[in-house]
């Protein structure tokens, strides 16, 4: 019988929803050997966030979910996640504030900003503010994997349909 991975319960974490169950670790290398470790989700959407999980559940050991700007910055400090998928809305009216703390909490995390605005100067607003990629609601079953995987290459991504601002090169990485 293959060893398994302990997922943490919600007593450790209980603003924090667990996403997706164990796996036995020989089956997970035997899947996709690139895995990724921990993705946190935040969006006030239970049922659009159920199928952003559906999208990721193959590239993450684990998937938490939160709902609420309390729960993200909770699940950020104690899970330290490779990636976190963030709604613009978490951010009431300071974007950059919450990214920065998100930031410090968790240094090593990715930042992919979600958001239904593709105005050049929310996305501009956005990675300047340091999320690592942007993604568009509507296009987030076209752009969330690649912006994923794009960050993770220490590179930022944009929508391909939403031009910079002042002929910025947003995608180029500025860390």
């Known amino acids: 019988m293959p060893p398994t991975i302990a997922i943490a319960s919600t007593a450790i974490f209980p603003s924090v929803q667990v996403v997706l169950a164990i796996r036995p670790i020989r089956e997970q290398v035997m899947m996709n050997p690139q895995q990724k470790s921990c993705a946190l989700l935040a969006d006030k959407h239970t049922r659009y966030i159920e199928g952003v999980c559906g999208l990721l559940e193959t590239e993450f050991d684990t998937i938490f979910t939160v709902a609420d700007a309390g729960s993200l910055q909770e699940g950020t400090d104690r899970l330290q996640p490779t990636v976190i998928v963030v709604d613009l809305s978490f951010a009431t009216g300071d974007f950059t504030g919450m990214i920065s703390q998100i930031r410090k909490s968790s240094p090593g995390s990715k930042i992919i900003a979600l958001t ?38 220490g590179d930022r991504f944009v929508p391909p349909d939403i031009l910079p601002v002042q002929g910025q090169d947003p995608n180029h990485s500025n860390e």
């Open 116 to 153: 239904v605005h593709s105005e050049p100067a929310v996305v501009d607003t956005m990675l300047s503010g340091g999320a690592h990629g942007v993604v568009l609601k509507h296009r987030i079953a076209r752009d969330l994997l690649a912006a994923i995987d794009v960050a993770l290459e």
